[in-house]
Nanobody, 123 residues
């Protein structure tokens, strides 16, 4: 059974930093792309960043230059380092894994999601 558990969220002031972790089990983690997503109240879930099995990355324009995605296949974990946080980054952050095209363009088709981790940035 595939399981993804997000952690590392919290309350931080604008300009601060957080590092989120996505721990995976029940899959051959190293061959999968992994995406970080966020959903703010009243808004649709959006892709924030993604990393493929070879380490290539994608970032949404809103976070480019501030967020960094990385992976440690030995630990079956993907990280999202978030710097220079803004109040508009406030959301529940989720991760999910699968083929690159699904992670980046068809993520609404994922059958299940973890509980996510809340990130709140105060002004």
């Amino acid at each position: 059974q595939v399981q993804l558990v997000e952690s590392g969220g919290g309350l931080v002031q604008a300009g601060g930093s957080l590092r989120l972790s996505c721990a995976a089990s029940g899959m051959i983690f190293s061959i999968n792309a992994v995406g970080w997503y966020r959903q703010a109240p009243g808004k649709q879930r959006e892709l924030v960043a993604a990393i493929n099995s070879g380490g290539s990355t994608y970032y949404a324009n809103a976070v480019k230059g501030r967020f960094t995605i990385s992976r440690d296949n030995d630990k079956n974990t993907v990280y999202l380092q978030m710097n220079s946080l803004k109040p508009e980054d406030t959301a529940v952050y989720y991760c999910n894994a699968g083929p690159w095209v699904v992670v980046t363009t068809s993520f609404t088709s994922f059958g299940s999601w973890g509980k996510g981790t809340q990130v709140t940035v105060s002004s």
